[in-house]
């Protein structure tokens, strides 16, 4: 999607600090991180939020958090992690394009809303 800020930076229009990178997943560090390790994992394909997950895009959904259950080993986060995907405008997403933040290097909060 033309007007999609993810989109420009799987593209290379915008720059990122990459974590990792395939075929059909890219990574990247947070640009306002909320924990010491804050990173972005996000299908290159344009799909809007967890609401357009389908059983056609699994597998995509899939290898996503695959992705980002390599990157926690990757980071060392070996006292645990926390992988959240918000959906919509009442859980705060402010980027339409899919992303699973993977979180983590401190206790985080225990709240979840
Ligand atoms: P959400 O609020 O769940 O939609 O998450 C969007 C995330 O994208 C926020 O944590 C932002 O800090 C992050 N973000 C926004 N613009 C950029 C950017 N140019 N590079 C990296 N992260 C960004």
Redesign the pocket.
């Known amino acids: 999607m033309s007007d999609c800020?993810f989109c420009k930076?799987v593209a290379g229009e915008?720059p990122?600090t990459k974590v990792y990178e395939d075929e059909t997943v890219y990574a990247?560090?947070?640009?306002?991180p909320?924990a010491p390790t804050h990173v972005?994992v996000i299908p290159k394909v344009h799909i809007k939020d967890a609401s357009e997950i389908t059983a056609e895009n699994a597998a995509l959904v899939a290898h996503c958090l695959e992705v980002a259950a390599m990157i926690a080993k990757q980071e060392n986060l070996t006292g645990g992690f926390r992988i959240?995907s918000?959906c919509g405008a009442d859980a705060?997403?402010?980027?339409n394009h899919l992303?699973f933040?993977v979180l983590g290097g401190k206790t985080l909060s225990t709240e979840m809303a």
Do not use: P, Y
């Open positions: 800020l930076i915008i990122s990247f560090r947070d640009i306002a909320q972005l959240v918000n705060g997403q402010t980027v992303h933040h």
